[in-house]
């Protein structure tokens, strides 16, 4: 019993971690300037924001 649980465990562990690469297949990167439109549109409306720029991070 002990040994089919762990066996169980083990295949959902596998599964779970192969999951997050099968999910970008084929989806597209948005280009930086939707990106900083988007970023510009969603700061714009926050009303309390502290902004954080790290050279070389983009």
Known sequence: ????HLI????LTAGLM???VQAQDG??????EVRAA??????NAEKQ??????KGMT
């Open 27 to 32: 989806a597209p990167d948005a280009k930086p």
């Open 1 to 4: 019993m002990k040994m089919k």
């Open 49 to 54: 924001v502290t902004l954080l720029y790290v």
């Open 18 to 20: 192969a999951s997050p």
């Open 8 to 11: 169980g465990m083990g295949l």
């Open 38 to 43: 988007a970023a510009v549109k969603t700061l």
